[in-house]
T-cell receptor, first 111, second 118 residues
Framework: DAGVTQSPTHLIKTRGQQVTLRCSPK?????VSWYQQALGQGPQFIFQ???????QRGNFPDRFSGHQFPNYSSELNVNALLLGDSALYLC??????????FGPGTRLTVT | AQKITQTQPGMFVQEKEAVTLDCTYD???????LFWYKQPSSGEMIFLIY??????QNATEGRYSLNFQKARKSANLVISASQLGDSAMYFC???????????????FGQGTILTVHP
């Protein structure tokens, strides 16, 4: 049973560009959450998707948007990249209240 | 609002000894869950253990146990018989179940770096 997968593993972008990160949840999991983790910090919640709709959102600007597909996979889009967007982006999936499994993350560097 | 506090930036332990990583939380909601994760240098967050606010007994998963003291709002992680592979960053996190919903975000603490010495 495959766990949560994310792509790409690493990404380097220039300020002002746009980026799309992808996530496939653990088999059978219908809820996908995205987190941003700056170096040396705990992850910060960006948003959560369920049944293809954004169900909850953290304190992130509208430059951060997402999508969930019918197969429960998800994308995170960031527009007009800033240097401060450099971070590890983690995707997590869950089916029950007592679980949330994370993927390996995508390390984004903005230059 | 909820908050997680991990006051130990770094901890050291000798191989085969036990270690306790501290976590305190702040919420006025009576219904919540507490999680511990391990994050090695590779970056992946590995789920270790879960404790629900209404669970009567402390959670255990192999060498991991959670010392849940509800009145003190603490949820310390105890790792028994430490191994070299336990060296990593450890995060405590909380999820609220306000209004009967179960999809609340996880709020994380700042983490504790554990180093296991041979």
């Amino acid at each position: 049973d495959a766990g949560v997968t994310q792509s790409p593993t690493h990404l380097i972008k220039t300020r002002g560009q746009q980026v799309t990160l992808r996530c496939s949840p653990k088999s059978g999991h219908d809820t996908v959450s995205w987190y941003q983790q700056a170096l040396g910090q705990g992850p910060q919640f960006i948003f959560q998707y369920y049944e293809e709709e954004e169900r909850q959102r953290g304190n992130f600007p509208d430059r951060f948007s997402g999508h969930q597909f019918p197969n429960y996979s998800s994308e995170l889009n960031v527009n007009a990249l800033l240097l401060g967007d450099s971070a590890l982006y983690l995707c997590a999936s869950s089916l029950a209240v007592n679980e949330q499994y994370f993927g390996p993350g995508t390390r984004l560097t903005v230059t | 609002a909820q908050k997680i506090t991990q006051t130990q930036p770094g901890m050291f332990v000798q191989e085969k000894e036990a270690v306790t990583l501290d976590c305190t939380y702040d919420t006025s909601d009576p219904s919540y869950g507490l999680f511990w994760y391990k994050q090695p240098s590779s970056g992946e967050m590995i789920f270790l253990i879960y404790q629900g606010s209404y669970d009567q007994q402390n959670a255990t998963e192999g060498r991991y146990s959670l010392n849940f003291q509800k009145a003190r709002k603490s949820a310390n992680l105890v790792i028994s018989a430490s191994q070299l592979g336990d060296s990593a960053m450890y995060f405590c996190a909380m999820r609220l179940y306000a209004g009967g919903t179960s999809y609340g975000k996880l709020t994380f603490g700042q983490g504790t770096i554990l180093t296991v010495h041979p």
